[in-house]
């Protein structure tokens, strides 16, 4: 079974001026939009193989909490490494469509110090 990094998702105190950086100045480019127009949308930006997903912080009036929010791996069968998995770490969420993006194929776990790891099976950029 193959696995190979996809995107760290990082909390931002101001997303388009963290995408405005990273395209600037790394030469990320945006691959889609999630929730667009809504007060919690968040942005992918891709360079090369490797892409950054980039989320609002501050939701509901609280003050933005910034920093790592999860490391993804893009997979070529979630259902068969969450099998894999399950036993040896945390399931947060277990393999799901995506609500966004019908298509892809989700699971979540975290691993020994709690950080979150999700999988994924299907991305497609759009933008």
């Known amino acids: 079974m193959n696995i190979r990094i996809h995107h760290v998702a990082l909390v931002c105190k101001q997303v388009e001026r963290t995408e405005e950086f ?4 790394l030469g990320f480019r945006r691959v889609r939009t999630c929730r667009a127009g809504q007060p919690d949308q968040f942005v992918m930006i891709r360079q090369g193989e490797f892409c ?3 989320f609002p912080g501050g939701q509901d009036g609280e003050a933005p909490k910034v920093g790592f929010k999860h490391l993804c791996f893009d997979v070529d069968d979630v259902d068969g490494w969450y099998g894999r998995l399950k036993d040896v770490a945390e399931v947060t969420s277990e393999p799901r469509n995506s609500a966004i993006s019908p298509w892809l194929r989700l699971a979540f776990f975290k691993d020994p110090d709690g950080n ?3 999988l994924n099976q299907g991305w497609k950029d759009t933008e």
């Not at 990273?22 to 100045?25: A, G, I, M, V």
Request: proline share 0%.
């Open 52 to 54: 950054l997903e980039l």
């Open 116 to 118: 979150i790891i999700e």
């Open 22 to 25: 990273y395209c600037r100045h």
